[in-house]
């Protein structure tokens, strides 16, 4: 499945850093077939900068990104290209430039249909290691390589070295999930001790003599080497070593390897890229969704803004900041909406005045998009959604005008209206919410639990809100007086701000207190919910398998605090799963006896006028599952 | 529907450089036949109308604006995905591909 969803349309592409925008073209997606709404074709046309330096590198960086994904083709040798079209069974060995630059990939898919043996030495899956290594190493000391030229140059050269790291491996990543079978070679043992031994095969030494002269010497006799024995083993057919590296080329040459020499193309004066294409050397059609080509562009440049043509809404797709979430992102252990996806206002552009150079970059410095400035004092948040429902039907400037002024205000801070004259109107984005939660059910549990997880990033972009949430710690609980206190607002006012972000999820507000929490993924949720179930149990030592279900909702505030709807939704995972069993079967009288004055939370609901906003007990057992009395859980798996 | 890539300089056109593997196109299959060694490219829809379009290096214009008369919209099939596809976007990649890795300049793509 993949990750970034986006509809067909046509969109300037671009990024954000520090304060400004930076717009590198427009992209325009056609439905897969009239009036449809998935993707089909789609093409990328770059635009210029007005500055010859930042032109060149933003090129380079094009050109690696198309042909990496094949949509520009690399150069080969003319040999190769010929060996690679023959029937005949051949081995291609790869070099890491020849996976960075894509060539590997455009060789293996000329290969398709014929005997093939892919083989990537040991130095190569080192060098990746390196990289990664060597790219903390420089987070840590946060000063990439100084440039003399601008600010916007010294980025453009961090992104070329943060995307080395990551692009190699996508590389193979992408192979294996062909259906290749890539055989992991390497040298013979007294080769790596002979030519290995001085810097032994390791690279750490290297890392801090990379500039001497030579430095690449080791690592291209470990390559030579690993392909040298691969040709002992396969002594029946042809062994490529595939590589963008002219120096390891003509080295390779010289001891009487075949080369299979690559190089990128100049970029050409039709600068645009685009799929379906047809590959030049096969004449095979192939088709790289526009969805795969805007993640790995994210992969590339850690954030992407997409701005549909002469609107003044931007999607922002973020990757995970931390370096934990990114890690489980790549081993795919997080759900595939893991990459963030924000929604804002932001200067109204279109795709001919990026491409004419008009607006090739744009300061934020008056847009921010961090925050939005809103009143301190924060509507109900039922408001919000009712103030939206009206907004939607309203067809007169009487019927806009009724929505009060601080309404108003967050719902045009969160980008969801816009004011058009003196009305009031639906953004893209306030009718993709609003038409979601007309869908909402008292039984669709889960799509309202992604609904509140949606709109609450929106939530975030304000400017209370944010400064809450940073004040806010995961660990502890706080009270609201010494929230007022910290961030200078009056009790009522920061009462207002925790409604809000209590019934969005954001936080955990019960008995005058509050917890931050974070949203986790269904799965996690769940596992979280159970495990917490289960070891409450055995704490209690009790014999019935029971377990009151807002007491699991307590304990886990004190490790890991889940909100209300992330709670539903894990509990009504488990549910589903049957993994649990739930049950009413706790009297109130127990309840009582026990001193307890149970765990009871506004939340937002899907009603029959649109919104309801009820106090839930959690306790009584009858909101957690529809139809199902949920005052305890009991755990299936647990049958110790 | 193939793609045959000809030498114009092949008067008898005998053999094409390339050819390709059946398209699998299931529409009415356009003939376009693009001669990059002249400045006019010509387009034959499938009614059969004869279009000239500007020199191949000037084709990018036409994207992403290309008019509905010039468009040649068939469906392709990517696995279990099919597309509606705009061929002269197609086209147009395909020779500036093919100018770029310096591949006789002197052919015509034909669709037949």
Aim: charged letters at 25%; one cysteine or more.
């Amino acid at each position: 499945m993949l990750s970034v969803q986006i509809k067909p349309g046509c969109y300037i592409l671009g990024s954000q850093r520090a304060n400004q925008q930076v717009n590198f073209g427009g992209l325009v997606i056609n439905p897969a077939e009239q009036s449809s709404d998935k993707t089909g074709q789609w093409s990328l046309k770059f635009c210029t900068f007005g500055d010859a330096d930042i032109d060149s590198q933003m090129r380079q960086i094009f050109v690696s990104i198309a042909c990496r994904l094949g949509l520009m083709p690399v150069h080969f040798v003319e040999r190769f290209e010929k060996a690679l079209l023959s029937p005949e069974p051949i081995c291609l060995v790869a070099d890491t430039s020849s996976l960075f630059n894509g060539s590997f990939e455009q060789a293996v898919r000329l290969r398709t249909g014929k005997p093939t043996h892919l083989a990537v030495p040991d130095q190569v899956y080192m060098e990746i290691q390196r990289q990664r290594e060597r790219s903390g190493r420089n987070k840590a000391s946060s000063k990439p390589v100084k440039s003399h030229k601008n600010e916007m140059l010294d980025w453009l050269r961090e992104r070329r070295f943060q995307r080395l790291q990551v692009a190699t491996a996508r590389a193979l990543r992408r192979l294996k999930q062909a259906g290749m079978i890539i055989y992991f070679i390497r040298p013979p043992q007294p080769m790596v001790r002979y030519f290995g031994s001085e810097r032994g095969s390791s690279t750490a030494e290297e890392l801090t003599s990379s500039n001497e002269d030579g430095s690449n010497y080791h690592r291209d006799r470990l390559i030579l080497e690993a392909a040298r024995n691969q040709r002992v083993i396969f002594s029946h057919i042809p062994v490529w070593l595939v590589t963008g590296d002219a120096k390891l080329a003509i080295q390779a040459d010289l001891e009487e390897f075949q080369v299979g020499y690559s190089w990128l193309p100049q970029i050409p004066e039709v600068r645009v890229i685009g799929s379906p294409y047809i590959e030049p050397r096969s004449l095979i059609p192939y088709h790289l969704p526009v969805e795969e080509f805007i993640e790995d562009w994210l992969w590339n440049w850690e954030n992407i803004t997409l701005q549909l043509s002469g609107k003044a809404e931007q999607q922002i797709w973020t990757l995970p900041s931390g370096e934990r979430e990114r890690a489980r992102l790549e081993l795919n252990d997080l759900e595939p909406q893991s990459y963030e996806k924000k929604v804002h206002s932001c200067e109204r552009c279109t795709v001919q005045q990026v491409l004419n150079g008009k607006k090739p970059t744009i300061n934020l410095t008056t847009t921010p998009i961090t925050e939005a400035s809103v009143p301190q004092r924060a509507p109900p948040p039922h408001n919000l959604i009712e103030g939206l429902h009206k907004i939607a039907g309203a067809t007169t400037v009487e019927e806009s005008a009724k929505i009060t002024p601080d309404i108003r205000a967050y719902l045009q801070a969160l980008g969801w209206v816009e004011k058009k004259g003196s009305t009031l109107k639906m953004t893209l984005r306030g009718n993709e919410l609003m038409e979601a939660w007309k869908q909402l059910k008292v039984e669709t549990v889960i799509e309202w639990y992604e609904w509140l997880r949606n709109a609450s990033q929106d939530i975030l972009y304000l400017q209370p809100q944010r400064k809450l949430k940073d004040v806010l710690t995961l660990s502890n609980w706080t009270v609201d007086d010494k929230l007022a206190e910290q961030l200078g607002f009056s009790l009522k006012m920061i009462k207002s701000q925790l409604l809000l972000a209590n019934a969005f999820g954001i936080l955990v507000r019960l008995n005058g207190k509050s917890w931050k929490t974070e949203w986790k993924p269904l799965p996690e949720a769940a596992t979280l919910i159970l495990n917490t179930a289960i070891n409450f149990r055995h704490q209690a030592n009790s014999i019935s398998r029971a377990v009151r279900v807002d007491r699991v909702f307590t304990t886990l505030l004190k490790s890991t605090p889940l909100s209300l709807p992330n709670f539903r939704a894990g509990v009504f995972e488990l549910f589903k799963q049957g993994k649990i069993e739930v049950g009413g079967t706790v009297p109130d009288t127990i309840i009582r006896s026990e001193g307890l004055s149970g765990v009871k939370m506004k939340a937002l609901i899907p009603g029959k006028d649109g919104v309801e906003h009820p106090i839930i007990d959690l306790g009584a057992g009858d909101f957690l599952i529809p139809g199902k009395s949920c005052q305890v859980i009991i755990p299936l798996e647990d049958t110790t | 529907m193939k793609i045959r890539l000809i030498d114009t300089n092949d008067e008898e056109m005998q053999e094409p450089l390339l050819e390709s593997p059946s398209l699998g196109l299931d529409r009415a299959e356009p003939a376009i036949v693009a001669d990059w060694a002249t400045p006019i490219m010509q387009i034959k829809t499938w009614q059969g109308n004869q279009l000239e379009l500007s020199r191949l290096e000037q084709l990018a214009a036409l994207i992403p604006d290309t008019s509905e008369e010039n468009r040649q919209v068939i469906s392709w099939s990517f696995g279990d995905q099919e597309i509606e596809v705009d061929l002269s976007l197609v086209l147009t990649l395909l020779s500036r591909d093919m100018l770029m890795l310096g591949k006789n300049k002197q052919f015509a793509l034909v669709l037949e």
